[in-house]
Structures are given as C-alpha cells and as structure tokens.
C-alpha cells in the first residue's frame, strides 16, 4: 500500500504541475491576482506530494521489498542499513527522484519565503519551475518510473554497484543535485522575468540568495565527488577531467560568472542581458550534465544509466527548456534598458573581466566534453580529449583570472583607480613573493611555474585578507575601533573575503599536490622499504580479512619518519562476493594538510606485491578550499541586506513593508 | 480500502491547495505591495550608500553620483506604483480554474494512475514474505528463510543437518557438501553425515569420485564399518581409477549377503558385471531394510530424502519430548517444523518449550524470540 | 575572446588522442611517439609480471594483436580477456609503452570504441 501511495503521490504532482505551469502564469499576463495566488499552495502541496513518494521509495528499501523493480534491482536484505538508504538515489530512477524532490523544494522555497516579492514574478517564477518540474516528472512515469512492481516478489535483491557503497555516495550526488537544481530558480526567475518583460536591479538581489545557495552546494558537491574519487578509485588522482566530473563543472563556472555579473546588475542595473543569458546557460549546463550522465552517451567510469529511450527523451527536454527559452531570451532581450555605464578600471570592469575569463574556461570546457562525442557522431572517428587539453587551455585562462581575484574587490564603482587599488594589496603581494622565494629555496630552481602557481595561491590568499585588513583600517583608527568595525563588515564583505580566500587555498592545493608530490611504484617484498619525502614506508606483508559482504586481502605497511613510527597503514584489496567485484581501497594517512597515499596491486606467488606510494603535500587543501568557498557563500546568504529579497514572510502585508527600517 | 481514503485525502488537499487561494478576496490594494518591494529594494541601497560613506569606502562624489542614480530608479519605481496595474479579475477564468481544480485534477491524475499503477497490489518488504505461513512458500523460500537463519547464525549445527539434503534435493550438490561439511565441523562426525558429504562431493564433480570424497567415505567407514552408502562409493571409485581386481572384490564384499529388493543393488551388480566379476551369492530377501539401507537406497530419490528428513525431525522432537533440551534445540525443532510446513506442529513444539522453560526469562525470551522469527507468533 | 577560442582551436588540434584498435595499427601504422589510445581486449595467456611492478601484455581484437607494456598498478578489472583501453605511444620497437591502462567499471561496462572495434570485426556477442 505505501509502495503505491508513493506512486499515487507522483501521478498527482504531474496533475498538478500542469495547472502550475500554465494558471500562474495566466494570471500573470492577465494581472489576475486570484490566478497568481494559487501558484505558493500549489508549490507547497507538490513538495509534500513528492516528499510522499521519496518516503514511500525509501521505505521499500529500508524493507527490502523487492516487489517493486527498482528496489530488487538496486539492493539487497543483507546490506548495511546506511547503504539501503542510499541505494535510494544510487540508481537512475531514485536519483530522479531525488532530482525532482530538490526541484519542488526549491520552488516550495520560493513560494515560502518569496512573499515580499512582486506577485507577478513570483507566480511566473513558480510556473516556469512548474514547466521543468513537469518535464521531468512526465520523463519518469514514461521511461523510469521507480514505482513498477513485480507481481512475485524475487527472494533476493541484486545488490548495487560495491564501488558505490560508500559513504561518499551517501554525501555526493545529494549535494551536487541541490547545486545543479538550484540554479533551475534562477532560470525560472529569467524566464519569468523575460515573460513579464521588467528586469532590473531589484530583480537581481531576489535571485543573489537562490544562486549563492546552489553555488554552495555545488561547490562542496563537487569537491565531495572529488574526493571521493581520490580515495575510492585508488588512483590517486582527484580530478580526471572525465566528462562526468566535466557536466558538474561547468554549470559550477557559468554559475560563479552568473554570481559576480548578477552583482553588477544589482549594484548598478547593468549587464542584465548578459545575466538574463548566463542564468539561462547555467541551467542549461546542469541540464545537459544530467542528459550526459543519463543518457549513457559517454563512455566513462560514472556513468550508471544506459538506456536509448531514456537518452532521446532528455535530448527532447534539453531542447525544449535550451531552446525555448533562448527564443524567448532573443525575441524579450532588445526590450531591456541598458542601465548604469563605466570605466573598464573598475569595480564592474573587474566583474567583466571575471566573467570573460569564466565563460571562456565554460567554453573550453564545453568544447573538450562535446567535440569527442560530436566527432564520433560525425565522421564516426573516435579520439579523446584528455588532460592535456584542458591544462593547456583552462590552465592559461585561469591565470590572468586568479591575478585579477585581488584587485576585484578593493576597486571602486564605476571608476576605479588601479594605482590606489594596488596600494591596498602591496602587503599581500610581499607575502606571494616571499612564498614564491620559500619554494624556491624549498625545492630548488628545476621547476618554475611551480613556485609561481604557489605565489600565484598565495596571492589570492593575501588579497582576501588585505581587502578586510584595508575595510577595517585598525592601524589608522586603533584596536578597538578596529574590532568594532570588523564586526559591521556587511555579510557580503565577508563572503567574497572568504570565498576568494577559499580559492587560494584551492590553487595552493593543487599546485603543490601536482607539482610536489613524490610518487613511487614497485613490487615491494615483504621487509623492503621506500623512501619519499621523508618518510619511510614498510611493506610488513599481507593477510585476508573477512567483512560484512566482501572478503580483501590486508597489505599491513608502517610509516617511519627518522627511525619513529608515525602511522600503520592498510590498504586492501576487496571482493565483493555477492557479485565478485574486486575494489582497490587506498590507505591514507593525513600529516598536517599533507597525505600519504598507498595502493595496491596485484599480489605475486612470493608476497611480494605491486604498491604505488604517493606522499602529496597539501593536497588537503584542494577540498578544504572549496569547503571555504562554501563557507563564503553562507556568509553572502546571511547579509541581511539580502533579506529585503528574502525577509520572514509577513502573515500580513503592512502598507510600509519593514524592509525600509531594517538597519 | 486504507488506499483508497489515504488517495482520496492526498486528492483533497492538492484540490484545496488551487481553490482556497481562488476563493480568497483580496481586502488590500495589491498595486501596492508590488511596488513597494521595488522601492524597498532601492531603499535599502541608498542606505548601503550611505554606510559605506561613513566608513569612507567610496568618497563623497561616488556617493553622490550612487545616490542620484538609485534614487532615479526609486523615482521610477514610484510611478510604476502610481500609473498601477489594475488587478483584472475575469470571472471566466477564475470559474475555469475551479472547475479544473474540482474535476479535471482528480480525473485526470486518477485515469493515469490506475494506468501506470497497480493499486492492489501490497506491499510485500522481505519480513512478511519471510514469515508468511510455510504452505504458502515455494521450496526457494523456505530454503531462503534457512539460509538467512544460517547467515545469522552460522553456527546453528543442527541447522546445517536440515538444510543439506534439501539442497540435494534441490541440485545444489556444491551448496550441500557445504551444508554438511559444516554439520560435521559444528557437531562432531558421524558417518551419514561423512557419507553424505561424499556423496554430495561426488554429485558436484559430475559423478566422479575425488579425493576429497574419497576420503569422506573413508571416515565414514572408519565411523561404521558395515555402512552401505560409503562402501558402494569406494567400490565405484576403485572402478573409476582403473583398480578393477581390487574393485570387483569390493562390490562381491558389498553385495554379498545383501538384500536383492534394495535399489542400490541393481546398480552395484551393473557395476560389477561390466568389470567382468561375477556377482556373489545375495541374501534371501527376508530380513527388512534397516535405516542405513534405507538412507544408501534413496540416493537419488527426492520423496524418500523428504522422509529422511522428517525423520531425522520426528527424532529430535521425540527426544525433546521426553528427555527435554535446550532453549537453543527447541527452537531448532520450531524451526525445522516451520520449514516442513507443519505449522501446528511448529506451534505445538512452542507451547511445549514455553512450558519446559517456566521461570527461566531468560530461556522464554529466547524462544519468544525465535517463535517470533519463523512467524509461529505474530511479531507485535 | 578571441585569444580563448585560438587556444580551444590550438589545443583541440594538437592534444586530442585518436582511438585504434590493433588492426588499424597493423595496417596503417602509426607514426612514432604520436599519441594513441589502443583499445581492445587483453589476450588470454600473455600477461608477465615482472619486478619494479612491470607488466607486459598483449592487445588484441582478435584478428591482430599488438605488445604493450607498463609500469604501474592495473585498475581493479584489469583481467585476461577483457575489454581496456590503453595510452600512450608505440615505440621503435613496434612495442606500445602506456602511461594509462583503463579497464571496464563493472560488470556490464566495456568501454564504447573497444565494443564498436570488436563489432566490426564480427567478434562481438554483447547484448548491446
């Protein structure tokens, strides 16, 4: 009975999402307020429905009640109670599901807090997230619909993919749906405002929070992936450029461009085109990312849908959404005003620059994940587009971009004066030289651009922190003062403070972890010792161990550093014998922000074993960034100056709305 | 039934969502608010103007040309409010939206979903199946519910007994040699048991007799030296390697005196007159089988292995009936009953332990537990 | 802009790695220290392990086969008989040095060029 209310639920969201879609908006043209006024209910009700039939999907798995398909086909009675809970959306149809609970939780969101918004644009926001909602709930009763059932039920489920049970799959694909979903309010918010022909600035401070809390959970979703990636795989590496990994990172820089030019258009009602159209761009990457993962056009290592049918029917809605709404951007488009003008010194001249830079990486990007497969489709040639590309093109564009980072933020509106800019970075760029002469000094002249990617990390670093050093002045006005004022610092201060902060961090990572790290691969006996940066790492020799539903082979190794031990590490090699799926599990040990990475491979008739022994300074630092970055975005969100978007929502409207006296 | 109300109230709710809006008059001008939003908006800029002025973020004159700039926009925000909209209510429409609400919603999301659905269908998680009533169950079920009992309690000897020979029955040799390899590791050898897992090895590797089966046999010969099932094996393996003398004289051994009614017989003396022996003198006929013949007779026979089992059952509840036993036996009988398809002698075998164990919480907690488990009482 | 676009062009015609299998090899020969991706399957019987974690092995699509060799620890999947796709270059020797060795991520996963190589051969009986 649950199993069916749950497919009950999704059946009447699709209803409803009809009537949101188009009464709304009806009532929008129309200015009929009573038409506009069902569009928060509506929303509310449609996230309680699909929040029914997640419950209803999840209790099936809890129960293992392997009558319904999806259940049977991704789970098992024997698994560990946290991975049948995952195992929800660790399948095609579940993490549509999920995909679509997101979705009308945003526009519940929306409906929730966006009563101080005008009402046309809330009604048409919510109808235009009615429309994508629609297309995807019609996507899964048509071709996965999670809630078939099996008239006997099988005794034993298949159990998922072993490399996904893990605890980073718990994590990941929630947190990277949030970031692509999110950013599907503000497509609906420039759809919308495209349809009611009035954009302006006011327009762009009610997107800024919806967009900041998709970059956040974007962010950390891709830094979780990563991460997941570096200890699960056993590879070591933790980013691939896999066109997965690609379809997630793109609409991550059409959105932090989107976050940087909405900002101009709020602060001086310019570059509204452009926002309009990267708004529609972010989205239409987060799309077409789930149409590449979904429709098994790719031959990668993620990809966990394969389905023809499936693949033309997301093609069908990327066209549908892309298409229509670019004809909608080029036909309302020329009606916007122009608004505020500007030097290109400046505070929005530096956004520009920004926003030039990030599109074009979006570009390279774009360009490295499509043109194999457009190619094959063609000419039927088969090649592959691997790192080398993307550092030659990404890396050369993100330099100039992480130099400017600085100067951003201590620049003035409309006319900004470089020399007085640079004067208020001078401490931060002392500091990137030192850095970049201590790397030098550390690991001698062989490599250049290495210590230059360390400054260049450094630098943005220091550009953070000298920007609230210069806001704050506490040589000028005393300590105390100082403190004080420290404490007035808007959120939104706070935030590019730290997120650029987090950026550095990110680069430093990198940096150091590629061009530092010291890696050694051999057939180790048991007794024999390597050497690397320091430390010394003994294979003492390997022994089975029995786990919950696998069985590995334990490589014991111990980590000396001058004769101390510092750590006993245990790779494994894992079979999964359910399915007899053999995994790598990495062992890692964590000094300070810098790790040591062991391996294994295959084992030899003497006990001797294949080990890759990497020691990666810093590389730590790569995730902690973008947690840092993350934690910028929260402090942006928190400006309560953001709240006249977003403010409690008032039961009744008071004929002077409270925003006015809020400081 | 439940469904039905429970679809009919979700139905409501998503109606009332569309209509309680609609129904609802608007007492305040709603030109207002719109605008106002607008304005607060700008209202709020020209206060950060003024802040970052006193901080001394921008200097004066920038904050000046902010202040005329965003005020231009308040301005025009202010007209838009003034020049207003009118909220153009058309009955038409209001009417349409209703009648949408009341009965295209619940048709149209109704039709599709006895489409896509299957509403009579229960709910069917992996307890229920596991405790439904043992008639019910296919033989995969039982043999399943065994199976999970064993994963949890891999040290359940008795469990092993039972489940071995169902296997073969199942033509799972490989999963039955297992079962009594275990058997014999958990509650000591004995020589059906040992016999058997030959067998069962033998089956497995295409009816070839290997040296882990081999020895097998050895032991259980070793166990008991008179035991047919063993010595019938050893004799065709010594057939199978080529030992022919030493092999015709293990079947004369086998076959003499034996009884010619026996099903293994035929076999044995096909075996030995292929080898070119000549087959010794048989036993009359008169003396009945006993239940080592009649456990060597029924190799490849499911119903008398059935047989064997509820013997081996009707033992143990016997000897629990009259001399006692452990909460642990008890519920290994229970189990086994359950398994069989007797349920009421399943549930007779609890009240009898509940009995048994009076005063002991411990014990009856135990059997509560295990009752609960094979689905003898309802789980609460 | 501009300069962005030269840079997408530039890299797209120097860095790309074209997929062969081991008959295009054999029969239109691959220039020395050009980059390529070899795919097909791994020969039964052919894989040596030696010290220093080398292996060699050969690549076949069963109507040609071509050396590889490799320093480092073979994903997960890396069995005889299966589906990878390898790269790096050919040496002078005719042998393929790689540098990355991809095997199949699960149970149902053969990477696409090495399933389309096989398929015109004839030799492929996958349900794809």
């Known amino acids: 009975m649950i199993v069916e209310l749950g497919h009950y639920a999704l059946v009447l969201t699709f209803a409803l999402t009809l009537i949101q879609s188009t009464v709304p908006l009806w009532g929008a043209v129309r200015e009929d307020d009573r038409l506009m006024a069902i569009a928060p209910p509506v929303s509310i009700a449609m996230f309680f429905l699909v929040l029914i039939s997640f419950a209803a999907l999840t209790i099936a798995y809890v129960t293992s009640d392997f009558s319904v398909v999806n259940v049977w086909e991704n789970s098992h009675s024997a698994k560990p109670m946290l991975f049948k809970i995952t195992g929800v959306w660790g399948n095609h149809e579940g993490s549509l599901l999920l995909w679509v609970l997101i979705l009308v939780f945003f526009g519940a969101l929306v409906a929730y807090f966006g009563s101080n918004m005008p009402s046309p644009l809330r009604a048409a926001t919510l109808a235009v997230q009615g429309w994508v909602t629609a297309g995807f709930v019609l996507f899964m009763l048509a071709t996965s619909n999670p809630f078939n059932r099996i008239p006997s039920a099988p005794i034993e489920g298949n159990d998922l993919n072993p490399i996904l049970q893990d605890i980073g799959l718990a994590i990941h694909p929630p947190l990277l749906y949030v970031g692509y979903v999110g950013f599907s309010i503000t497509f609906s918010f420039a759809v919308a405002a495209l349809i009611l022909g009035r954009i302006d600035a006011a327009w762009a401070r009610w997107v800024r929070p919806w967009t900041l809390l998709a970059w956040a959970f974007l962010t950390l979703g891709i830094a979780m992936g990563s991460y997941w990636a570096y200890y699960e795989l056993g590879w070591g590496g933790w980013w691939f450029w896999d066109p997965v990994e690609n379809a997630s990172f793109m609409p991550w820089l059409a959105g932090t461009a989107l976050l940087h030019s909405a900002i101009v258009m709020e602060k001086r009602d310019a570059l509204k085109v452009w926002t309009v159209l990267l708004a529609i761009f972010t989205f239409s990457l987060s799309l077409l990312g789930t149409f590449l993962v979904r429709s098994g056009v790719l031959t990668s290592v993620h990809a966990f849908a394969t389905d023809p049918a499936r693949g033309v029917f997301i093609l069908v809605l990327l066209c549908l959404f892309i298409g229509g709404s670019l004809s909608l951007y080029a036909w309302r488009a020329p009606l916007l005003k122009q608004g505020g003008l500007f030097s290109p010194i400046s505070r929005e001249g530096a956004l520009v620059l920004n926003n030039l830079f990030l599109s074009a990486a979006t570009a390279a990007v774009l360009v490295g994940t499509l043109y194999p497969l457009a190619l094959d489709a063609i000419t039927g040639e088969k090649i592959s587009v691997g790192e080398p590309f993307f550092n030659l093109t990404f890396g050369p564009l993100m330099v100039p971009l992480l130099m400017a980072i600085p100067f951003g933020p201590v620049l003035a509106w409309k006319r900004g004066d470089l020399l007085a800019a640079a004067e208020r970075l001078y401490a931060g760029f002392g500091i990137a030289i030192l850095a970049v002469l201590f790397t030098f000094w550390l690991w001698g002249m062989e490599r250049v651009l290495a210590p230059i990617g360390v400054g260049l990390g450094v630098w943005v670093m220091a550009g953070a922190i000298c920007e609230i050093w210069t806001r704050v002045k506490p040589r000028e006005v005393g300590l105390k003062r100082a403190f004080e004022r420290l404490k007035g610092l808007p959120g939104a201060a706070w935030g590019t403070a730290t997120a650029h902060f987090g950026v550095g961090v990110t680069v430093l990572g990198i940096v150091t972890a590629s061009a530092f790290q010291d890696e050694y691969v051999q057939t180790m006996k048991p007794g024999d010792t390597v050497n690397l940066s320091g430390y010394a790492v003994t294979f003492d020799g390997v022994a089975p161990r029995r786990g919950a539903n696998f069985i590995e082979d334990v490589g014991h190794f111990t980590v000396r550093q001058s004769g101390v031990v510092i750590a006993e590490m245990e790779p494994s090699k894992r079979l999964y014998t359910a399915r007899q799926f053999p995994t790598t599990e990495a062992g890692i040990h964590t000094v300070g922000f810098s790790q040591i990475y062991l391996s294994m491979g295959e084992g030899r008739p003497n006990g001797a074993i294949d080990v890759r022994v990497y020691f990666k300074p810093l590389v730590t630092l790569i995730w902690i960034g973008c947690v840092i970055m993350a934690i910028g975005a929260v402090f942006s969100m928190a400006d309560r100056r953001l709240r006249v978007g977003a403010p409690k929502p008032s039961a009744k409207r008071s004929p002077q709305p409270s925003a006015t006296p809020a400081e | ?380 | 802009m501009a300069v962005a676009l030269g840079l997408i062009l530039f890299a797209l015609s120097d860095q790309i790695v074209f997929f062969q299998s081991p008959t295009d090899i054999a029969e239109k020969g691959v220039p020395e220290g050009q980059r390529i991706r070899l795919g097909g399957l791994v020969e039964e019987g052919t894989v040596v392990r030696s010290d220093n974690a080398q292996v060699s092995f050969k690549v076949t699509d069963t109507v040609n086969a071509v050396a590889v060799t490799y320093q480092g620890i073979l994903p997960d999947l890396f069995r005889e008989g299966q589906g990878i796709v390898a790269e790096g270059q050919i040496g002078t020797d005719g042998v393929f040095v790689a540098d990355t060795v991809l095997a199949k991520h699960d149970e149902n996963y053969i990477p696409k060029e090495v399933a389309e190589a096989l398929k015109d051969k004839g030799h492929w009986q996958g349900e794809e």
């Open chain 2, 1 to 380: 039934m439940i469904l039905w109300i429970l679809i009919a109230a979700m139905t409501a709710a998503a109606a009332l969502s569309i209509l309680v809006p609609l129904a609802h008059t608007r007492a305040e001008e709603p030109a207002e608010d719109v605008q106002t939003a607008d304005e607060a908006v700008y209202r709020q800029q020209l206060e950060e103007v003024e802040r970052d002025l006193d901080r001394g973020l921008i200097d004066p004159a920038a904050a000046e040309a902010a202040r005329t700039e965003i005020a231009r926009r308040l301005l025009a925000a202010h007209e838009r409010g003034q020049n207003g909209r009118k909220s153009a209510e058309s009955k038409s429409s209001l009417r349409t939206a209703q009648v949408i609400a009341v009965a295209v919603l619940p048709m149209f999301a109704l039709g599709l979903y006895l489409f896509l659905g299957a509403p009579g269908m229960p709910d069917q998680p992996l307890s229920a199946r596991m405790t439904a009533p043992a008639e019910d169950q296919s033989v995969d079920v039982l043999v399943a519910r065994v199976e999970k009992h064993l994963a949890e309690n891999p040290e359940d000897g008795q469990g092993w007994v039972v489940v071995a020979p169902v296997y073969m029955q199942l033509g799972k040799p490989e999963q039955a040699a297992q079962a009594y390899a275990n058997a014999i590791r958990l509650l000591g050898r004995r020589d059906d048991w040992e016999a058997n897992l030959g067998e069962a090895l033998t089956v497995a590797n295409d009816g070839i007799v290997n040296v882990a089966a081999r020895e097998a046999f050895e032991r259980a010969i070793a166990l008991e030296p008179e035991a047919i099932k063993p010595r019938f094996f050893l004799a065709l393996a010594l057939g199978q390697e080529g030992k022919t003398e030493a092999a015709i004289a293990a079947w004369q051994d086998l076959l003499e005196g034996a009884d010619p009614r026996e099903a293994w017989v035929a076999s044995a003396v096909s075996s030995l007159e292929r080898l070119g022996g000549t087959v010794p003198e048989m036993g009359d006929g008169l003396r009945g089988p006993d239940q080592e013949q009649m456990a060597a007779a029924s190799q490849m026979m499911p119903e008398d292995r059935q047989q064997m089992i509820e013997g081996m059952v009707a033992g143990l509840d016997a000897r629990l009936k009259s001399d006692g036993g452990s909460a642990d036996e008890w519920a290994q009988l229970m189990r086994a009953q359950v398994v069989l398809g007797n349920e009421d002698a399943a549930r007779e075998a609890f009240e009898l332990a509940q009995a048994a164990f009076e005063g002991d919480e411990e014990a009856l907690a135990s059997i509560n537990d295990a009752a609960r488990e094979f689905g003898i009482i309802k789980s609460n």
